[in-house]
């Protein structure tokens, strides 16, 4: 098998795992204290009493570290494709376990998710495929860039979550912003340690930028669960990763688009395909939780999520 190969597959595994742990954490943080950053500890603490939400931890932090598998052999904008297709096998299997039936739409989501992987995979393949250039690619890091994409996407996040009308679907879409950059990070972590050694990629300034990149994700994405509905918190969060994951790998660390000029509008056309088949997965995942007020009254502090996607 080829690292493209088993990047890919890893992702998708990733995706099924942390779709699975939104699901539990949702479930086990309604009776959690209030989520907030001024009371981390107690945020923390409050959710961790609930064994639901320690069992979506668990299926988090797992489909995590498969991610991070993921990234360490295959291109940054590709394996984000792959991990949102997850969406497309985590909601039907949601559905055949809960004894619920897919409508139209949904079905025409999944076979355009579908449809949009197959088109990036059999552009990925062969010599001249991505993962032949990602070998080819330089060592380092776009240090500059890189640093400057994240720190535009911490500042947009912010203006997004700190203001004071935010509500529960602008923090599930400062989430996905934030999540979206800690991708593009903790993949500069695994080209570090490919190519420098891993005691320098935990010493590399990308580590520290994945800790507080998806701390900040965190408590965004846990409170924008708690405040609100599910459908539009974990619809933005799934977009909002998707995107600035995505324009990252694409337009900071130089992921391929395909072999010439139809080649790369296949390939937009299939990201674009993937996003819009993820919005509508992601609405019907939520859907799987049931219906959730609009602005639930909140209770003492709480909520949390594991590591991004």
């Known amino acids: 098998m080829s690292a493209l190969a088993l990047g890919l ?3 998708l595994l990733a995706s099924l795992a942390l779709n699975g742990s939104y699901l539990l954490q949702h479930v086990g943080a309604q009776d959690a204290p209030a ?21 979506g931890l668990a299926a988090g932090l797992s489909g995590w570290a498969l991610h991070v598998g993921a990234l360490a052999n295959a291109p940054l904008s590709l394996v984000q494709a792959f991990a949102a297709g997850g969406l497309a096998l ?31 995979a059999l ?6 495929g991505a993962h032949a250039h990602h070998a080819r690619a330089s060592p380092a890091v776009p240090a500059l860039a890189l640093a400057a994409a994240l720190l535009l996407a911490a500042l947009l996040a912010a203006g997004l ?55 900040g994700a965190f408590f965004c994405f846990q409170r924008g669960l708690q405040r609100g509905a599910a459908v539009p918190v974990i619809a933005l969060m799934t977009a909002g990763t998707n995107v600035a994951a995505i324009l990252c790998g694409l337009l900071v660390l130089g992921d391929p688009l395909g072999r010439g000029a139809a ?15 993820a919005w509508m997965l992601a609405r019907s995942q939520a859907r799987l939780i049931g219906p959730a007020a609009d602005e639930p009254a909140v209770a003492p502090p709480a909520t949390s999520s594991p590591m991004p996607a």
């Open 90 to 120: 985590a909601v039907p299997a949601g559905t055949r376990l809960l004894h619920e039936r897919l409508s139209r739409a949904e079905l025409l989501a999944v076979a355009l998710m579908v449809a949009a992987l197959v088109l990036l």
């Open 35 to 55: 989520v907030t950053l001024r009371h981390p500890l107690a945020t923390v603490r409050g959710l961790l009493r609930s064994p639901l939400w320690l069992a």
């Open 263 to 277: 080649g790369a509008a296949t390939h937009l056309l299939a990201f674009a395909a993937i996003g819009v088949a």
């Open 9 to 11: 597959g890893l992702a």
């Open 123 to 128: 552009g990925a393949h062969g010599p001249h």
């Open 161 to 215: 979550a700190l203001r004071r009308s935010a509500g529960a679907a602008t923090l599930g879409a400062a989430a996905g912003i934030l999540y979206g950059a800690a991708d593009a990070a903790t993949k500069a972590v695994t080209v570090t340690a490919h190519h420098d050694g891993l005691a320098a990629a935990l010493a590399s300034p990308w580590t520290g930028a994945v800790a507080v990149l998806s701390g």
